[in-house]
């Protein structure tokens, strides 16, 4: 394990921005990331909430489940892709589409140190609604026994950027033909509450937080 992550180019260079704020922007915007591990010998993947730690990638699993179970000492990797726009070219061999995606390769480890825990948890929370820590009751004995917690010690990232419009050949510009970009938009909607919630409860700071992170 190194001391210090490595921020890797991926093979396509001129989709490359590969410093460490891409990879950290990419990770922070993104909800869930899908986690790769090896089980009885044939790769798996598992989505799973996640935040960014010091040097790792905090992950959240039920404490039964089978990567939480793994995890200690096993080569982990996460990805996590937004998707910006299908790009609609003049030929099929030139659609693509415009995305930010960051890999994250590392060692797992059980997080059982009670900070820990109690940091990642909350950081995990706060990753998906900024503010609901503040907003909610404290975690009881018998959740936290049921809740596992996954470090990813990060050892390597690299990220992969396309945007822009579709790369035509110069001859199929004549052609009348629409090319362009369908934007893709990912956006939270306002909270629906459920038949437990007070009548003309307001909605919490923490969704509208949220919500203004995808504000179009």
């Not at 030139?94 to 825990?117: I, K, M, W």
């Amino acid at each position: 394990m190194t001391d210090q992550p490595r921020f890797n180019r991926a093979r396509n260079g001129k989709r490359a921005l590969y410093d460490e704020a891409t990879v950290h922007a990419i990770l922070d915007a993104g909800l869930v990331g899908h986690v790769g591990f090896v089980a009885e010998g044939r790769p798996m993947v598992m989505p799973m909430a996640y935040a960014r730690g010091p040097g790792c990638i905090w992950l959240h699993g039920a404490s039964k489940a089978r990567i939480v179970k793994l995890a200690e000492g096993a080569a982990l990797t996460m990805t996590v892709t937004l998707l910006d726009g299908i790009v609609a070219a003049r030929s099929g061999f030139h659609h693509s589409v415009n995305y930010r995606s960051a890999v994250v390769h590392g060692t797992g480890r059980a997080v059982t140190d009670t900070d820990e825990l109690d940091t990642a948890l909350q950081a995990i929370t706060e990753h998906l609604l900024p503010g609901r820590s503040a907003e909610i009751r404290p975690m009881t004995a018998q959740e936290r026994k049921a809740t596992g917690v996954i470090a990813l010690a990060v050892e390597a990232a690299c990220a992969k950027v396309r945007s822009g419009p579709p790369a035509d050949d110069a001859g199929d510009h004549a052609l009348c033909l629409w090319g362009g970009v369908v934007p893709v938009v990912t956006a939270l909607g306002r909270g629906v509450a459920d038949a437990h919630t007070p009548e003309g409860l307001a909605e919490p700071p923490s969704i509208s937080r949220a919500r203004a992170r995808f504000a179009l």
